[in-house]
């Protein structure tokens, strides 16, 4: 299923804190007859998994993230009406960047989206979902994550903000949600994520800048958001 773009008005970039990043990700061998997709990791990054892995774990992780840059169906947890909110700004990029897979907004209002049916909970929706896209206040995050886990999902990106690069609680509430995505043996990219970008197979573009490069064969991971941006709108205007 392919969704084409409504005619809805962009909403502009932000700026946003970083933070360290965590460990790097596992290398995923492309086969010799796949034509390479340039990804682009925004902002802060980390796999929440255990340190001490076996051949096993480590294989399970690279189908994780192998899912998460070409999932079939993603849904957006805390997608938006309002102009202006993550929630709005990350469903309508993944829309207008041609996204192959199924989308499934999540909002207890229910209704319809941008041409979209939305789904009040996760549980919800009438099909599997390879990736979801957290987007809700820093304190319900957690068991966002664990419901992924028992709904079998793979991989999540947090964008929210509010963690450990706020110190004090931010740090604790981080804490919780690290252990949330290793106990559900999830995935998990962030928590204060600027989106990513997978122009191949799939043609997902969840991100915070409304930029939309073809697929070439760079690929970008970045600590910094406005790093990885820059480099990115850079190189698709050299193309």
Known sequence: MRHRSPSIPTTGSASWRTRTCGPSLPHRPVPKNEEMGSCILRSTCGIALPVDRTQEERVDTQAKIATMFNPRSVAIIGASRTIGKWGFTFTLHLIRGGY????????????????????????????????????????????????????????????????????????????????????????????????????????????????????????????????AGSMQFMLWKQD
């Open 100 to 227: 192959r897979g199924t989308i499934y907004p999540i909002n207890p209002a229910g209704g319809e989206m941008m041409g979209l049916r939305t789904y009040r909970t996760l549980d919800g929706v009438p099909g599997p979902v390879d990736l979801a896209f957290i987007l809700l206040p820093p304190d319900k995050v957690a068991a966002a994550i664990t419901e992924c886990g028992a709904l079998g999902i793979p991989a999540c990106v947090v964008i929210t903000a509010g963690f450990a690069e706020l110190g004090g609680e931010g740090k604790a509430l981080e804490e919780d949600i690290t252990r949330a995505a290793r106990d559900a043996n999830i995935a998990m990219v962030g928590p204060n994520c600027a989106g990513i970008i997978s122009t191949h197979p799939e043609s997902l573009y969840c991100m915070m800048q409304p930029d939309f490069p073809p697929p070439g064969h760079i690929a970008v991971v970045s600590q910094s958001g406005n790093i």
